[in-house]
């Protein structure tokens, strides 16, 4: 079956630090990768996504690749902000129109960064 | 963006009554929505998959007669657990779909506690 695994936090980094929370996969089809970010009291929000390999989703400064060949879908950020802190969730879909598709979620990483 | 609400928040109950739970897509239709279950430090595990006027589509393991689902608007699906116990307490998360893209919007999640 379909699983995601990503690094267990809590992860916590000072401003201007470099983000990497690394997810990895296991499909039998060919998913569509998410990142999705929960702040304090708030639902999820779709932070990126990449639908095909080598595809590079990116959005407020955080970016993440599709790596077919390593089953990967790592998070990065340049230079983390106080504001960034939240629990990131990993997530893949093996139908296309993921909208009508349940996701799988990997078990989230929770970032706190510091002033 | 589109917006998905629930209600309530918290609840706290007494073993061996029901409680319902509502989720509300507020600025959309949504044809479909999902339930999904989530333990401390876990994953968010689906449970159900709820289609506007017919019957919900539950995951292997998860109690039709336990957990009702009713999806009878296209903007409201309500999750009732029924003859609540100790073990299903837990945050509950729905999430809807619009039919079109790869996009779901979460509620913020209601957290159920059962003495």
């Known amino acids: 079956g379909n699983s995601v695994t990503q690094m267990e936090g809590p992860v916590t980094l000072s401003e201007e630090a470099f983000l990497t929370i690394n997810c990895t996969y296991t499909?039998?089809?060919?998913?569509?990768l998410f990142w999705y970010v929960q702040y304090p009291g708030e639902g999820l929000q779709l932070l990126l996504k990449?639908?095909?390999?080598?595809d590079k989703g990116s959005n407020k400064g955080f970016e993440a690749t599709y790596r077919k060949e390593t089953t990967s879908f790592h998070l990065e950020k340049g230079s983390v902000q106080v504001s960034d802190s939240a629990v990131y969730f990993c997530a893949l879909s093996d139908q296309k129109n993921s909208g009508n598709t349940p996701l799988v979620f990997g078990k989230g990483t929770r970032l706190s960064v510091i002033a | 963006g589109a917006v998905v609400s629930q209600h309530p928040s918290r609840v706290i109950c007494k073993s061996g009554t029901s409680v319902k739970i509502e989720c509300r897509s507020l600025?959309?239709?949504?044809?479909?929505m999902f339930w999904y279950r989530q333990f401390p430090k876990q994953s968010l595990m689906l449970m159900a998959t709820s289609n506007e006027g017919s019957k919900a589509t539950y995951e292997q393991g998860v109690e039709k007669d336990k957990f009702l689902i009713n999806h009878a608007s296209l903007t409201l699906s309500t999750l009732t657990v029924t003859s609540a116990h100790p073990e299903d307490s837990s945050f509950y998360i729905c999430s809807a779909g619009t039919g079109v893209g790869y996009e779901q919007y979460f509620g913020p999640g209601t957290r159920l506690t059962v003495t």
């Open positions: 600025d959309f239709q949504a044809t479909t």
């Open positions: 499909a039998t089809g060919y998913p569509s």
């Open positions: 990449a639908t095909k390999a080598d």
